[in-house]
C-alpha cells in the first residue's frame, strides 16, 4: 500500500504541474504533505475546480461536496491516499 | 484628434516585431519568428519581454498573454506610478476576434482553466491585478480586425474627468491552429494576430509624449513603434528588448 501512495503521489504531482502549468516547479519542489492550496504553488479556486475535473477524468472520481475535497485536497499525499480509496 | 491629450507611450506585437515608441521595432528571434509568421502563437512567452515574476503568465490564454506583454512592453512606469494615479488610469480594449480561440479551444476541450478565459474582458482584469490599475473599463468588439473606437472612449473619460490615463489596446488572437480547426468566417480566420497598445494622457514628457491622430487604434500604435521618439531617453534596463 505505501509504494502505492508513493507512485500516486508522484503521479499526482504530475498531473499538478502539466495540469495547472506550474512554470519553475518540479516534482522535487513539491512537498507531498504541504497544503495544495495556500501554500506556495499559488493555485486558487479555478485550480480547485480544474483539480475536481481531473480527479473525475483520470480517476473516476466525483467530488460533490466540500468536506470532502477539503480532506482531499489537504495535501498531496492526503489526495493520493484518497484516490487510492475511492477510484473507480 | 485632440490637442488636450498625448499618446504617452506606445507598443506593438504583430508577426513582423515588437517593441515600442522608444526602442522602435525589434525582430523576434530567428527560430520563433518562423512560427509567428504563419500563426502559431505558442512559442510567445513572457521571457522574451521581461525578467520579472511570470507566473501566471502560461496560465493564461492566448488574449490575455498578448495584452499582458503589449502593457509590459509599453515601459510606461506603471511599478513606480503612485497609487492616486493608478487608481484613475482606466484600460479600454477592443477586439475584432475577442476569445473566439478560447471559446473554440474550450469547445474542443471542456476544462475550468479554459472556461475562465472565455469572456474578452477577462485580460483586462489580469492587466488590472498585475499593474494595480482601478479606473474604468470597458471591452469593445469592433466590426473590422484593428478598428475600433477605444481612443475616442479614452478621450471621453479624460475629458470629463472619469480618468486621468487611460491604457488602449487592441488585441486579435488567433493561433492560426485553431482557426484551421472550424470553419469560420473569412474575416475571422483571417484576422490574423497583434496587441498593440497606448496609454493616453495629458502630455507631461516632452521628449516622449506624441499627439494622438486620428485612425484605427493598432495603425496608431504600429506607426509611432515603426518612427521611435528620436529625443528619447535611455531606454530602463528592465526590459529585455534585445533580441534580432
Known sequence: MASLIETLVEELKAKLIAGFRLEGVTA???NADMPIFGGGLGLDSIDALELVAILEQDYGIVITERAVANK???????????VAANRA | MNGEFS????????????????????????????????????????????????????RMDLMCRLGFMAVELLDAGFDTMSDVRREHTGVCIESFTGSLDTDIRFALTPRPSIFTYTLPSTVIGEICIRFRLKG???????????GGDGPAEAIDW??????????????????RSTANSLPLPPEL???????????????????????????????????????????????SNRQKIQCG
Do not use: K
Open chain 1, 28 to 30: 522535487a519542489t513539491i
Open chain 1, 72 to 82: 482531499a485536497f489537504a495535501s498531496v499525499r492526503a489526495l493520493a491516499e484518497f
Open chain 2, 7 to 58: 499618446i504617452l507611450a506606445a507598443s506593438w506585437l504583430g508577426p513582423e516585431g515588437y517593441g515600442n515608441d522608444l526602442t522602435g521595432l525589434r525582430d523576434w528571434p530567428t527560430s520563433l519568428a518562423e512560427q509567428l509568421q504563419r500563426g502559431d502563437l505558442n512559442g510567445l512567452h513572457w521571457s522574451l519581454l521581461s525578467d520579472s515574476d511570470p507566473s501566471r503568465f502560461l
Open chain 2, 136 to 146: 474604468p473599463v470597458l471591452s469593445l468588439v469592433p466590426t473590422a480586425p484593428g
Open chain 2, 158 to 175: 479624460l475629458q470629463r474627468g472619469e480618468a486621468e490615463n487611460v491604457l488602449c489596446l487592441s488585441i486579435e488572437a488567433m493561433n
Open chain 2, 189 to 235: 480566420s483571417a484576422a490574423g494576430w497583434h496587441a498593440a497598445a497606448l496609454l493616453l494622457g495629458p502630455e507631461e514628457n516632452p521628449s516622449r509624449a506624441q499627439p494622438l491622430t486620428a485612425g484605427p487604434l493598432a495603425d496608431i500604435a504600429a506607426s509611432r513603434v515603426r518612427a521611435p521618439c528620436r529625443n528619447a531617453l535611455a531606454i
